[in-house]
């Protein structure tokens, strides 16, 4: 069945239902193309989203991107990001395949629409002014058969007529003659005519208008099929991508199931790990002695050679409190002798007795200031770290995992540097330049024998500083492994050691006298002195890295007046130009010296600090 035979005569039904099709065509393609605005909307926040989401460190500066927890939000983060990909992969599809395709394809089908019903209104109009003509003749006909008929009668009247001359008689006759031969003309007209529309009407009705008929029905299929194609495109979009979708939700999931919270415990030790030996117990330190006695040679206070008795110097300093505050307390004031007296260093030397040598003095000072002073060959912003080329500024544990990525980092670099020495045929270098230099003399055409100096020169420079780098941080990995396994041993060794009784003040002088005596040979026949001894402070094998300053280290300005009141401060004027003796520790206060004489902490934030 077709709209030629069937609808022959609903020309205006088949215009409107056409041009509803080509309409319902261009709406499909609106909507697609509003579905792509809100497919690359969505895209686009979710790509915004997880940019704001994602660590803005890289991966190997970020400590937190070793744990399991990090490493699979930021793999939620990544599939999420490639769903959001697939999202704008559906809008594009979408936008070109559909959008663009249909729209292309609804004005090719305007136009042909047009064609064909101005072809159809041609050959309507054309059948309309042949009707227009038969009725015209059939007019003339008409007309002329009722002036023959009249003529004739007129003839017939006159004929009859007694009155009516010859002549009268005859013109009539030869004027209805004449209307009865206009009257045949027009009736063959009129017949020729009639068959002429006849045969035009049949045309249009049978053959002219049913072939457009039937190129507007192959049109209206054909667009109804594209259209659903173009349905289809719709959910084929999405179900190009839903492999994908699913490998990125399989990814989500991989990525939950991957969070592993021994791992992640595992990797909080690993980073922070000190290698510190843990703090030992404190002494009880007994004060009322030289209260209660006389000075003697069995005193607690003043041992058998008159000199003061230095308490546990440095050892109390290397232990680490992990749970104190790095604020200290307000600096007291200096000694008159220019040193910090005995309250700024914890656990340090006590206050010098009246008679004592001052030289004597001032050398436990020094030996007591020595292990807090920090090393000052890199000295960065005043606040920062000091960073050192062997990681010393690090806890050992730290220290020792930096120099063994270090090493790696130069064997590997060595490595490529050897494979590629190896690679381009020199593997002996000295030999492979002389086996090169013997062939570009004897073919001076293959090349320059001085032109492969410079690069053998420099592979070889390249190997031997990476052989020296290798040496130098393997040296270091040996004494940093070294000393983690000391401390390991000195805190297992503590552990393992039972705990003193509680010591007790002694209730009077004789009891602290007999009790100090025997501590104190017990002290001198138990424990002799060594380099791991009770007394001797830890920061002996890092000596090399303090330095005791004997100069200023920078120069610093007062940015505002500072009374200086409290003990231990010294007063400075807005604008003075002062000397940095020591860095600010932490705390908000630094040592500085005035140029009229004198040393004191004053506040960090009044101080515009310029280092040497």
């Known amino acids: 069945m077709d709209w030629g035979t069937e609808l022959w005569d609903q020309f205006e039904v088949l215009?409107?239902?056409?041009?509803?099709?080509?309409?319902?065509?261009?709406?499909?393609?609106?909507?697609?193309?509003?579905?792509?605005?809100?497919?690359?909307?969505?895209?686009?926040?979710?790509?915004?989203?997880?940019?704001?989401?994602?660590?803005?460190?890289?991966?190997?500066?970020?400590?937190?991107?070793?744990?399991?927890?990090?490493?699979?939000?930021v793999q939620l983060l990544q599939e999420v990001n490639d769903f959001a990909g697939q999202r704008e992969?559906?809008?594009?599809?979408?936008?070109?395949?559909?959008?663009?395709?249909?729209?292309?394809?609804?004005q090719e089908m305007k136009q042909e629409r047009k064609m064909h019903f101005q072809e159809g209104r041609r050959a309507q109009q054309q059948l309309e002014n042949g009707f227009k003509q038969l009725e015209s003749s059939k007019r003339k006909f008409e007309r002329d058969c009722r002036e023959a008929e009249k003529a004739t009668q007129t003839a017939e009247r006159l004929d009859q007529d007694i009155n009516a001359t010859k002549a009268d008689v005859e013109k009539?006759?030869?004027?209805?003659?004449?209307?009865?031969?206009?009257?045949?003309?027009?009736?063959?007209?009129?017949?020729?005519?009639?068959?002429?529309?006849?045969?035009?009407?049949?045309?249009?009705?049978?053959?002219?208008?049913?072939?457009?008929?039937?190129?507007?029905?192959?049109?209206?299929?054909?667009?109804?099929?594209?259209?659903?194609?173009?349905?289809?495109?719709?959910?084929?979009?999405?179900?190009?991508?839903?492999?994908?979708?699913?490998?990125?939700?399989?990814?989500?999931?991989?990525?939950?199931?991957?969070?592993?919270?021994?791992?992640?415990?595992?990797?909080?030790?690993?980073?922070?790990?000190?290698?510190?030996?843990?703090?030992?117990?404190?002494?009880?330190?007994?004060?009322?002695?030289?209260?209660?006695?006389?000075?003697?040679?069995?005193?607690?206070?003043?041992?058998?050679?008159?000199?003061?008795?230095?308490?546990?110097?440095?050892?109390?300093?290397?232990?680490?409190?992990?749970?104190?505050?790095?604020?200290?307390?307000?600096?007291?004031?200096?000694?008159?002798?220019?040193?910090?007296?005995?309250?700024v260093l914890p656990n340090g030397p006590p206050s010098p007795r009246s008679g004592l040598d001052p030289l004597a003095i001032l050398s436990e000072i020094s030996k007591s200031v020595k292990p807090r002073l920090a090393s000052f060959r890199s000295l960065r912003g005043g606040r920062g770290a000091v960073v050192t080329e062997d990681f010393s500024h690090l806890p050992p544990e730290q220290q020792r995992k930096r120099l063994q990525q270090q090493l790696e980092e130069r064997?590997?670099?060595?490595?490529?540097?050897?494979?590629?020495?190896?690679?381009?045929?020199?593997?002996?270098?000295?030999?492979?330049?002389?086996?090169?230099?013997?062939?570009?003399?004897?073919?001076?055409?293959?090349?320059?024998?001085?032109?492969?100096?410079?690069?053998?020169?420099?592979?070889?420079?390249?190997?031997?500083?990476?052989?020296?780098?290798?040496?130098?941080?393997?040296?270091?990995?040996?004494?940093?492994e070294s000393r983690v396994l000391s401390n390991r041993g000195d805190s297992l060794n503590r552990h393992t050691r039972p705990p003193d009784p509680p010591a007790s003040a002694p209730p009077d002088s004789s009891s602290n006298s007999n009790s100090g005596s025997q501590e104190n040979k017990e002290s001198s026949s138990e424990e002799p002195p060594s380099e791991d001894g009770q007394d001797t402070p830890i920061y002996t094998e890092f000596d090399e890295d303090f330095e005791e300053p004997t100069s200023p280290i920078g120069q610093c300005v007062a940015i505002y007046h500072f009374e200086g009141s409290s003990e231990g401060t010294i007063s400075m004027a807005e604008g003075e130009d002062l000397s940095l003796m020591e860095e600010d520790k932490g705390d908000g206060w630094t040592r500085v010296r005035r140029k009229q004489g004198g040393e004191g902490y004053v506040p960090t934030s009044y101080l515009r600090v310029m280092l040497n």
Not at 89 to 106: G, I
Not at 427 to 446: G, S
């Open 411 to 480: 064997n590997r670099e060595l490595q490529k540097e050897v494979d590629q020495s190896a690679g381009n045929g020199i593997l002996d270098l000295v030999e492979a330049l002389k086996k090169m230099k013997d062939v570009y003399e004897k073919t001076p055409q293959m090349g320059d024998p001085a032109s492969l100096e410079p690069q053998i020169t420099e592979t070889l420079r390249n190997i031997e500083r990476l052989k020296l780098e290798v040496q130098k941080y393997e040296a270091w990995l040996a004494e940093a």
């Open 172 to 343: 009539a006759k030869q004027q209805a003659h004449l209307r009865s031969h206009m009257a045949e003309e027009s009736k063959n007209e009129y017949a020729a005519q009639l068959q002429r529309f006849n045969r035009d009407q049949a045309h249009f009705y049978f053959s002219q208008m049913p072939q457009i008929f039937d190129k507007l029905q192959d049109m209206d299929e054909r667009r109804t099929t594209r259209l659903g194609t173009g349905y289809g495109l719709l959910s084929g979009a999405e179900l190009q991508v839903v492999p994908i979708i699913a490998k990125c939700l399989e990814g989500m999931k991989v990525a939950a199931d991957a969070v592993d919270a021994k791992n992640d415990s595992q990797v909080l030790i690993e980073l922070h790990k000190s290698g510190f030996a843990r703090p030992s117990d404190v002494e009880f330190e007994d004060f009322s002695q030289p209260m209660n006695r006389a000075p003697s040679d069995s005193s607690l206070g003043t041992p058998s050679d008159g000199r003061p008795e230095v308490r546990g110097t440095g050892r109390s300093r290397a232990k680490r409190w992990p749970f104190s505050k790095k604020n200290k307390p307000r600096p007291p004031s200096l000694s008159p002798l220019g040193g910090p007296p005995s309250s």
């Open 89 to 106: 992969l559906v809008a594009e599809n979408l936008s070109v395949r559909v959008c663009l395709e249909l729209a292309k394809y609804s």
């Open 15 to 73: 215009e409107r239902h056409t041009q509803w099709g080509l309409d319902l065509l261009d709406r499909y393609v609106k909507f697609v193309k509003e579905r792509t605005e809100v497919e690359q909307a969505y895209a686009k926040q979710l790509r915004s989203l997880v940019k704001k989401y994602l660590p803005k460190r890289p991966t190997k500066d970020d400590p937190e991107s070793k744990f399991s927890q990090q490493q699979s939000f």
